[in-house]
């Protein structure tokens, strides 16, 4: 059964930290692939962190490579994006995400959570 259900999300003021969580069916933590995307009101979505489980590898994006960090926790099947020093624009709906093309391309996640909401004031 396909599962995703982040938590976390909250208001924070500028150079704050947020911990998102990403609570997912083991059937689908076993994916080939695991993200957090993002999207901010009148934007496209973005991928924020893909990971890679055949090479137990994230890939950060670069806008937020050096204050978000992926990890997991993989006896209770959960994901976690952690963000530092937070910024205005990185508010929005946070997405976890899976996939389980070969390729952990940012446009073959097929499964898909809820979202949780992050605001960011300044």
């Known amino acids: 059964q396909v599962q995703l259900v982040e938590s976390g999300g909250g208001s924070v003021q500028a150079g704050g930290s947020l911990r998102l969580s990403c609570a997912a069916s083991?059937?689908?933590?076993?994916?080939?692939?695991m993200g957090w995307f993002r999207q901010a009101p009148g934007k496209e979505r973005e991928w924020v962190a893909i990971?890679?489980?055949?090479?137990?590898?994230?890939d950060i994006g670069f806008f937020v490579k050096d204050r978000f960090t992926f990890s997991q926790d993989e006896e209770k099947n959960i994901l976690f994006l952690h963000m530092n020093t937070l910024k205005p624009e990185d508010a929005g709906m946070y997405y976890c995400?899976?996939?389980?093309?070969?390729?952990?391309?940012?446009?073959?996640?097929?499964?898909w959570g809820h979202g949780t909401q992050v605001t960011v004031s300044s």
């Open positions: 995400a899976a996939s389980d093309h070969g390729y952990c391309d940012a446009t073959k996640f097929k499964y």
């Open positions: 083991a059937y689908t933590f076993s994916s080939a692939c």
């Open positions: 990971y890679w489980r055949l090479f137990r590898k994230a």
